[in-house]
């Protein structure tokens, strides 16, 4: 079984309901939410505010414990640790330490997934570098705007190259050019293998970059499928072709009405999007060198971030590891607590010459007789010492 059949992520009958001060229900903010997300898919969690898509996430992060139902991420609770180094996250709100810059910031949480330092190093510049902030990579956090502190939030998520990438409201605050990055990038990240669920209510961003969606509503469920299908429109049929004249569209019209028995529903020339004539301006200023103080042109997606098999590998690992039951570790016996061991003779009679006297007024000249006293002293000391040894001995047979 290849990584593309595994779940990333699976949940069945998840709920969730939240209770007031009395333990009554009163919001039920998910209920019986089934998905199952597969390595390299690109996820789309849709929903108006208050649907219930931050709360599913926190959930599913282990951040909240569900009322109902199961939640699997590589086979396993969410609350377990071994997984998290494998999951990259950017809340919806970025709440990063406004006084460090972005490097600053970067090597924090580098060092949060016990990164070497040079791999920090490597994986910052080029981190800055594909979200457009090299240039501003000096500056503190609560100087940036809002956009620009998405694009850090993201390339903060990125620092531990994980397998699972969960984005909620990634393109909010920032500007259409800093929205079709964004979007490109996470195209370009699940084409590389990694899976991802984006969470957002902006249709636009979900219908260009995901390959399925799921919509919800009041925490229900209320369609799901991939996104061509859901937009497909199978009763109708779309013809483009160079520019026509009058006359060869009557024609068309005619022809339409007599072999199929339908009217021509509409004629009229495609227009552009906003979008592509406002990025088309903004590329022509920048190739124009005029300056800006925001986010630059981003630059390319690191290698770091995967190219497809090696990420099967690990999360296939990760997947059979936790399908695989626990080898149970042999008892270790308990320590044996050696016999309490006497000091050493040596030791004893150091300790006695130390308590003897040196003063010659009271141990007296070699010719002369010693005084009493001085060797009484010293006599009790170590007879002190040899009934404290002789207790000892006793004690150690005894036990």
């Known amino acids: 079984m290849t990584g593309k059949n595994i779940p990333v992520l699976q949940t069945v009958g998840l709920t969730k309901v939240f209770k007031d001060f009395w333990r009554r229900d009163k919001v039920e903010a998910v209920k019986n939410l089934n998905l199952e997300i597969y390595r390299g898919e690109v996820f789309g969690l849709l929903g108006p505010n208050g649907s219930g898509k931050s709360t599913a996430i926190k959930m599913l992060l282990g951040l909240l ?14 609350t377990d640790v071994a997984i998290k180094a494998r999951i990259g996250f950017l809340p919806e709100e970025s709440y990063l330490y406004r006084f460090l810059n ?6 924090y949480y580098g ?9 920090r190093r490597e994986r910052i510049e080029k981190l800055l570098d594909m979200v457009g ?3 501003e990579a000096r500056r503190r956090l609560g100087e940036y705007s809002k956009g620009m502190a998405r694009r850090i939030g993201l390339a903060q998520a990125l620092i531990n190259d994980p397998d699972f990438l969960i984005l909620d409201e990634p393109t909010a605050g920032m500007d259409p050019i800093g929205t079709r990055q964004i979007k490109d990038l996470i195209r370009q990240l699940g084409d590389r293998g990694k ?11 979900v219908e ?4 399925r969606v799921v919509i919800l509503y009041g925490g229900h469920q209320r369609a799901a499928g991939r996104v061509r299908e859901l937009l497909s429109q199978e009763d109708r049929t779309q013809i483009i072709t160079q520019k026509l004249g009058p006359q060869t569209i009557e024609r068309i019209r005619d022809l339409i009405r007599r072999d199929e028995a339908k009217d021509v529903l509409d004629v009229s020339s495609p227009a552009q999007k906003l979008e592509t004539i406002f990025l088309q301006i903004v590329e022509e200023a920048q190739a124009a060198n005029i300056a800006t103080s925001g986010a630059r042109a981003a630059g390319a997606t690191p290698d770091f971030l995967g190219t497809g098999d090696a990420g099967e590998d690990v999360v296939t690992e990760l997947i059979e590891a936790a399908q695989t039951p626990p080898t149970p570790e042999p008892e270790e016996p308990a320590p044996v607590v050696p016999a309490k061991a006497a000091p050493a003779d040596d030791v004893i009679e150091e300790l006695v010459a130390e308590a003897a006297p040196t003063d010659p007024a009271l141990t007296g000249s070699p010719d002369e007789e010693p005084d009493a006293t001085p060797r009484k002293q010293v006599g009790a000391d170590r007879g002190v010492i040899d009934s404290l040894l002789t207790d000892d001995k006793e004690t150690n047979s005894s036990d």
């Open 111 to 119: 060092r949060l997934f016990h990164l070497p330092a040079r791999v």
């Open 195 to 205: 899976t991802i669920l984006l969470s957002s209510h902006l249709l636009a961003d």
């Open 65 to 78: 414990y569900p009322t109902r139902g199961q939640i699997a991420v590589f086979g396993r609770a969410p």
């Open 133 to 135: 902030l090299r240039h």
């Open 208 to 211: 260009d970059v995901c390959d």
């Open 102 to 107: 972005a490097r600053e910031t970067l090597d």
